[in-house]
């Protein structure tokens, strides 16, 4: 991430408000793989963290994400998944959502990753793919590429991960993307005070027991894809979350 989209994500944390980890789906998921007394990294959460506040040790690369998640209390340090300042093989859980692809780095970031990380340790990420699907948004939200899935499986491979479980979503199409980079440029105040009314009303909806039971593969990890269809379920989609296990 360069300078200028650093400056973004510093303004960004800077009007967000700072959000409870439970509103997030995934936040069930990393409850279920973290063992009972496990230590977890989560890199690069800014005011969106995913993991348990009280059990995680965050590494943010924006001095104020993290100055915000040190005001409730999170264990808190400043720096970047291509030079994680920990020892080696220190946690059972490495998690960066939505972060690979800002690093221009990428081989250090997983051999850093693979580093700090116990044996049979867990890393939780990611990442929008195929570069066919890139708009304004990508850029303007400081994203330095798309993976494609048979590189990313690649990377992975390489620095012995092993791919345990995955799920992904679709993106809107490319139009309204670009659209909403548009407004997004001329419309900064207003879509971020629109995004924080968006974000409180999911915050209520993702904790109801009615979402859940409708959105079951959420929350549910045995409804995660297995390896064996990684490739041809990827196709279809336009984001990946992945769950490795370092071998």
């Not at 007394?37 to 969106?48: A, D, K, S, T």
């Not at 700090?116 to 570069?131: D, M």
């Not at 620095?159 to 799920?167: A, V």
Request: net charge positive; hydrophobic share 35%.
């Amino acid at each position: 991430m360069d300078q200028t989209q650093k400056e973004l994500y510093e303004q960004s944390w800077s009007t967000h408000s700072l959000r409870n980890p439970e509103m997030w789906p995934i936040n069930t998921i990393i409850r279920k793989i973290l063992k009972e007394n496990g230590r977890i990294l989560e890199i690069g959460p800014g005011n969106w963290p995913k993991s348990p506040i009280s059990k995680t040790i965050f590494l943010e690369l924006t001095a104020t994400g993290a100055a915000n998640l040190k005001k409730v209390g999170a264990n808190t340090s400043t720096g970047s998944i291509e030079n994680i300042p920990f020892k080696d093989e220190t946690f059972d859980v490495v998690v960066a959502l939505e972060v690979i692809e800002h690093v221009p780095n990428v081989q250090q970031s997983f051999s850093d990753v693979k580093r700090v990380l116990k044996k049979k340790g867990y890393f939780i990420f990611s990442t929008p793919i195929h570069q066919e699907l890139w708009t304004h948004f990508d850029s303007l939200a400081g994203h330095l590429r798309r993976f494609d899935p048979y590189e990313l499986l690649k990377i992975t491979f390489k620095n012995e991960f092993q791919l345990i479980k995955f799920t992904g979503r679709k993106d809107p199409p490319i139009l309204l993307c670009n659209i909403n980079a548009i407004m997004e440029t001329r419309y900064k105040k207003l879509l971020m005070f629109l995004s924080e009314i968006g974000l409180t009303i999911l915050s209520s909806l993702h904790r109801s027991k009615i979402y859940r039971r409708l959105n079951r593969h959420a929350y549910d990890l045995n409804l995660w894809f297995d390896p064996d269809l990684y490739i041809s379920k990827s196709k279809t989609l336009s984001n990946l979350t992945l769950i490795c296990q370092r071998k």
